[in-house]
């Protein structure tokens, strides 16, 4: 990767996806910076994190339509999420935040999601520390980054650049590509507008990248009506025609969290913003 690519002039960086997001850690390591990568997947992989440390559960994110999922959640003596569709007819816990809140208390989740869970993988693998941002937390989020510049810095030594990576996960097209979903530029944004208000003061010119500036504009054009613009995005309107209204609902609920899942040892877990 090369220097214009990393946005390593700037504090807080953003791109697209778990290949970008791969990237931009390793980068980011090699040259000495601690990272950590802020995934975003409103719809739903974080929603449903979210939904699910507020109650105390443990989540383990796991690769989409692995075969060994099943083994692994006994194993862990979990609860294995199955898609929306297997779970219509027969109730359980899906990639959907309204089945998990109506699942009541579990200690374990393995939650498989095409595009959250795998890019959570692919950051922690690269070596960043990972927290799971959704409109629900957004600004609890923010406020656990601030901690965490702080005492970055205070550990590494005011030369070291720790560097926030926000990752908005996107969707993929049918043969596999990304698609930049626009509910997850919102979320990103939301998270960039917080943070930056938090730092306005000490930021400096370059604590964002015009990339992480651009997704803060986005949001501000659209948080007063956060809930009109999710129910009417693709997203949104796919999964209200295919009978999930209640999980663009549940996404919606703007700063109504102040928890913030952070992944430690494989597991999304609860802390305080």
């Known amino acids: 990767m090369k220097p214009w690519h990393a946005q390593d002039r700037h504090v807080v960086r953003l791109d697209w996806g778990p290949g970008a997001a791969e990237e931009l850690t390793a980068y980011a390591v090699a040259a000495g910076s601690p990272v950590c990568a802020v995934v975003v997947d409103v719809l739903s992989f974080t929603t449903c994190v979210s939904v699910a440390v507020d109650a105390g559960t443990r989540v383990h994110p796991y690769r989409w339509r692995d075969d060994s999922a099943p083994a692994f959640a006994e194993g862990l003596g979990a609860t294995l999420a199955r898609g929306r569709s297997e779970t219509r007819v027969e109730g359980g816990v899906s990639l959907s935040p309204s089945s998990i809140r109506a699942a009541g208390p579990l200690a374990d989740l393995v939650l498989p999601s095409p595009n959250g869970s795998t890019t959570t993988a692919v950051l922690a693998g690269a070596g960043a520390d990972v927290v799971a941002a959704s409109l629900r937390n957004r600004t609890a989020v923010a406020a656990w980054l601030v901690d965490w510049l702080d005492a970055s810095r205070r550990s590494h030594g005011p030369a070291s650049q720790p560097a926030v990576l926000v990752v908005p996960a996107g969707e993929r097209w049918p043969d596999g590509s990304l698609r930049p979903a626009v509910e997850d530029l919102w979320g990103a944004g939301a998270v960039v507008a917080a943070l930056a208000r938090l730092l306005e003061h000490r930021g400096g010119p370059l604590l964002l990248s015009p990339e992480a500036e651009a997704v803060g504009a986005a949001w501000l054009a659209v948080e007063d009506r956060i809930g009109d613009a999710l129910h009417a995005c693709a997203s949104g309107r796919e999964l209200v025609e295919q009978g999930w209204p209640d999980d663009v609902a549940v996404a919606a609920e703007l ?17 305080r913003g």
């Open 255 to 271: 700063d109504a969290s102040s928890v913030v899942p952070v992944l430690t040892d494989g597991a999304y877990t609860a802390h």
